[in-house]
DNA sequence: ACGTTCAGCGCAACCGATTGCGTAAATATA
DNA sequence: TATATTTACGCAATCGGTTGCGCTGAACGT
């Protein structure tokens, strides 16, 4: 009843064929020094008998898996989910698998799971900071053993590996240019946590775009949040609007604070854009959704997993190459309703 | 320079001991025929060295890695991204990776990366169906193998496997009756593929609800898509709108149409809900950031991944039990403004 | 004619843990 | 005291590829 079917091996194939398992084994892989039609026979017959490579034996021989780890804060915000599916999308197609590990933006959880990944003996390893870390160490245990770490998004420059980002400092710069044009004269500024470079340069290109204007710098109106949640963005917003000279825009990091300031305005009869202009960054899926729409900055979300997938495939592919690169993405000011003053 | 640090085996520890390999290797798992004390002393010595237990070499031994499998249609959308979210927690916790794989709910792809995972020697698998599917056969691989395979909230009937679902049926039913009670005369339904049996049960439920009010069911007004995505709402609406008789309300199978059907109604200056009632389904974040707030029926998606993962983690404990359940969790009607006509 | 080159393939030692079977010593039973 | 049983551990095969090195025969050069 229950068949055993026994898996065909390079050995089944091999003894077919009157040659050697590590011919088998060569030829499969188009191996130089095998010749073309022992190449097409082992082939041809591997097919017929449904040859399927055990990449378990493959990677113990090697000491190294086909798989690349996948180590960020949440599966479920827009933004990451979208990054995973580019990574998964891309690593499938090179035959490779994705395994996934949250931080929940703990750095406790984080080292945890660097040390699991490590010992899962993945092939590469694609890392969006969690919002606490502030050391590095965890990860030098990968660049020691030669696998490839990517950082995306929230990356640091503690680390000399391959980053995969969009230019936050530009962004930011562009996004709050964007307030200004539109007329507003006191800008605050929702950010994250400052040690996390994103929200820093974020933060940065806001008050550049303030001092090229020859606007003063409100210490004031430049909040930072720790986890820049809707229950943050919601009392920032508050607090912003309760002070004695209020602001008359409000850039946030993210679309979630954004939106909560947006319902705040809303709760409290404060006209959207008129007295508040709220300008979002992420381009999630909600900021098209809130009424009025919210402006924002767009992340080319699943690029960038694609591209990071694919930084750490090339390091497989030539091991010999250790230049760690810094590849930048575009990013697209997204105005709607919610910044647009002038009615052009 | 470049130390080749070698890592730590079982052969290391028991040639310090003076045991056999196979010694170290029960005891470390607290093999019954080790005595006590060797038991100690291995475990102290694999700390003191650093022994990392090298899965790989395990998996190639017993042929199964301790790695879970995850089938999904896209993983950046909020149900999904929150289960799988959900199943990772639960696998990480047993010491089980989580490698996922998207269909893009197209059935060749499901096919293919059932034979991918299969491949991997994946020790367990979690599923929720494309929607294109219609035929089950890859998945008996894995059942002849003895490779657990649970179903989430996309499931079929027709393999006879654990299953983790909500009442897609109740919850059709409630929110029908719920739009009933709100005085609403002609309940329209926006559904998914009717194969799909999620969304063939939540059709039924809404008619049941129509039966048992005497109402009448008017097929014109029972409409299903092929993606249920924005653009098919917003089509449908369109549709259910511009019909000489137009309904009063709508109940949509997820979210991401109601949602659609909200903004034409804005669009065209349908008062919601006194002239267009509209109630989703899922829970998803827009539900609450869209005006009004969307009315609709929430999906316990984080605890249906952990009660999936920890399916296929009890049946990888006892392989000999082959009970295949059905686990059905509770939904919640959300009543939110998008349906609330009379004020309570 | 003889040394050289090289394409083409085989040998066998790995990689690290698992496990059925065997065995010696210790304890229990008759 | 002889036998049965239990306790605690070792032996060695096994999982399926991978890879450095070595071997062979044929083509090639002078």
Redesign the pocket.
């Known amino acids: 009843m229950k068949q055993k079917k026994?898996?065909?091996?390079?050995?089944d194939i091999?003894s077919e064929l009157?040659?050697?398992?590590?011919?088998v084994?060569?030829?499969?892989?188009d191996h130089y020094?095998?010749?073309?039609?022992?190449i097409e026979a082992v082939k041809k017959l591997a097919r017929e008998r449904g040859?399927?490579?055990?990449h378990?034996?493959?990677s113990?021989?090697?000491?190294k898996t086909n798989t690349i780890g996948v180590m960020i804060s949440w599966i479920n915000r827009p933004f990451i989910s979208s990054m995973i599916s580019g990574i998964e999308e891309e690593a499938s197609n090179a035959g490779c698998n994705v395994i996934i590990s949250q931080s929940h933006d703990s750095y406790e959880h984080e080292i945890a799971n660097a040390r699991a990944l490590y010992n899962s003996r993945i092939g590469g390893l694609i890392v969006s900071l969690a919002m606490e870390t502030r050391k590095y160490n965890h990860f030098s245990t990968f660049l020691e053993n030669d696998i490839p770490v990517v950082f995306v998004d929230r990356v640091t420059d503690d680390l000399n590996c391959d980053k995969v980002v969009i230019d936050n400092f530009a962004a930011g710069l562009m996004a709050t240019n964007h307030l200004i044009e539109q007329g507003c004269k006191r800008i605050a500024h929702i950010g994250g946590a400052q040690h996390r470079s994103i929200y820093k340069q974020r933060a940065e290109g806001y008050m550049e775009a303030l001092r090229r204007n020859n606007m003063e710098i409100d210490e004031s109106l430049m909040l930072s949040g720790v986890m820049l949640n809707s229950e943050e963005g919601y009392r920032m917003t508050e607090h912003l609007m309760s002070l004695p000279n209020p602001p008359d825009a409000i850039f946030s990091a993210n679309d979630t604070a954004a939106v909560s300031a947006i319902q705040y305005a809303k709760h409290n009869g404060i006209k959207i854009p008129q007295k508040l202009a709220v300008m979002g960054f992420n381009n999630d899926p909600i900021s098209l959704i809130i009424d009025p729409p919210l402006s924002t900055v767009s992340h080319p979300a699943v690029d960038m997993g694609k591209i990071a997938a694919r930084q750490v495939l090339k390091h497989r592919e030539h091991k010999d190459i250790i230049t760690s690169e810094t590849i930048t993405l575009k990013t697209d000011l997204i105005i709607r309703e919610s910044t647009l003053r002038k009615k052009r």
Chains 1, 2 share one sequence.
């Not at 084994?25 to 892989?29: D, E, P, V, Y």
């Not at 040859?51 to 055990?54: F, K, V």
């Open positions: 026994r898996e065909i091996t390079i050995y091999a009157n040659v050697s398992p590590s011919t084994s060569r030829a499969l892989k020094s095998i010749g073309k039609e022992m040859y399927r490579p055990n378990i034996a493959a113990l021989r090697k000491n």
